[in-house]
């Protein structure tokens, strides 16, 4: 059974930071691009990056450039993602997928999808 599993959301002040991770299951990690997509509330899904299956490449919206830092360890099967510098305006749902497009913010567009992790930014 394939899984991902979000954790390390939770309520943080603007400035703050938190580290998301996505333990994987069920299928070749390593061989899978990764991402992470984001929902605000009240708004639709947002692609908030990308990295490749080594490692070596990522891609962020221009939104989190500079803040956000995607990584994974394909020997432990989790990607990561090191949020810093957080905004009332990154508060959303995260989650992780795997196997779909670059850009990609629509769960119809990944093979796999986990079940969210809330993050609260506010003050």
């Known amino acids: 059974e394939v899984q991902l599993v979000e954790s390390g959301g939770g309520t943080v002040q603007p400035g703050g930071s938190l580290r998301l991770a996505c333990a994987a299951s069920g299928f070749t990690f390593g061989t899978y691009w990764m991402s992470w997509v984001r929902e605000a509330p009240g708004k639709g899904l947002e692609w908030v990056s990308s990295?490749?299956?080594?490692?070596?490449?990522?891609y962020y919206t221009n939104a989190v450039k500079g803040r956000f830092t995607t990584s994974r360890d394909n020997a432990k099967n989790t990607l990561y993602l090191q949020m810093n510098s957080l905004q009332p305006e990154d508060t959303a749902v995260y989650y992780c997928a795997a196997d779909g497009p670059l850009g990609g913010s629509q769960r119809s567009e990944y093979n796999y999808w986990g079940q969210g992790t809330q993050v609260t930014v506010s003050s």
């Open positions: 990295i490749h299956t080594g490692g070596g490449s990522t």
